[in-house]
């Protein structure tokens, strides 16, 4: 082989390294990562009740929902009170309704959660009628619920509206969730070792081939 030859050979081998490491350097398309657990910090409630008005307040509260088990009272948080209305939290199938246990994912800077399962224990200190009410007693205030994720601190921020029906005067609500998201480990994909043997081969051919030159 001439020197020549053995040159092109090298500087072939140099390019190919180089659009390798290119190609390695490239952001990875978003990975869906299986949310384990919300660590709740906060959040808000926005009831319609028709004529009666609407009850609206933010909240702060810590506590933890716990992904792919219903948790009954008090394991979600403590009680929030929003004006006169106080909710007691908690995750149920509903019985006859047989819902899903919360289940969530991240996908990028999204996260979204299926929160069917969300219930609140209802009462008043200004309406007579939400205390007496089995309904409230144990209303299904879940949906499937969307919203940003932060892929540095893993804070999220989720929201979602509900329709309901069949309640006295309760015609709709929207909740929103915020605090941060424990997600499982995302294993890389079989392509990436692959890419990553034929990168480690190809500088260990050209090293050989540098050497010889």
């Known amino acids: ?8 050979t090298v500087k072939g081998s140099v390019m190919a390294f180089l659009m390798a490491s290119v190609l390695w350097l ?3 398309p978003a990975q869906a990562a299986v949310v384990t657990q919300l660590d709740i910090t906060g959040g808000s409630v926005n009831l319609n009740f028709g ?13 933890q929902l716990i ?3 219903f948790q009954p009272l008090p394991n979600i948080f403590n009680p929030i009170t929003i004006s006169h209305l106080t909710f007691s939290i908690f995750t149920s199938n509903g019985g006859a309704l047989n819902l899903p246990a919360p289940t969530g ?3 990028g800077a999204a996260l979204t959660a299926n929160l069917q399962s969300l219930f609140a224990g209802v009462t008043s200190t200004g309406w007579g009628w939400v205390n007496t009410n089995p309904l409230m007693a144990s209303l299904n205030i879940g949906g499937n619920a969307a919203g940003s994720f932060n ?8 929201s979602w509206t509900r329709s ?9 609500g929207t909740f929103t969730l915020q605090g941060t998201a424990q997600v499982a480990a995302v ?9 990553g043997s034929g990168l480690i081969g190809l500088a260990g051919a050209m090293r050989k081939r540098l050497n010889f030159v």
Do not use: C, H, Y
Request: no cysteine.
């Open 1 to 8: 082989m001439t020197t020549a030859t053995r040159g092109k």
């Open 105 to 107: 994912e991240t996908s």
């Open 26 to 28: 490239l952001p990875a």
């Open 51 to 63: 004529s009666l008005g609407s009850i609206i307040g933010n909240f702060n509260a810590n506590g």
């Open 187 to 195: 294993p890389l994909p079989g392509a990436l070792f692959l890419f």
């Open 67 to 69: 992904m792919n088990q």
């Open 164 to 172: 309901f029906s069949g309640v006295p005067f309760l015609t709709s």
């Open 151 to 158: 892929e540095l601190t893993n804070a999220f921020d989720i």
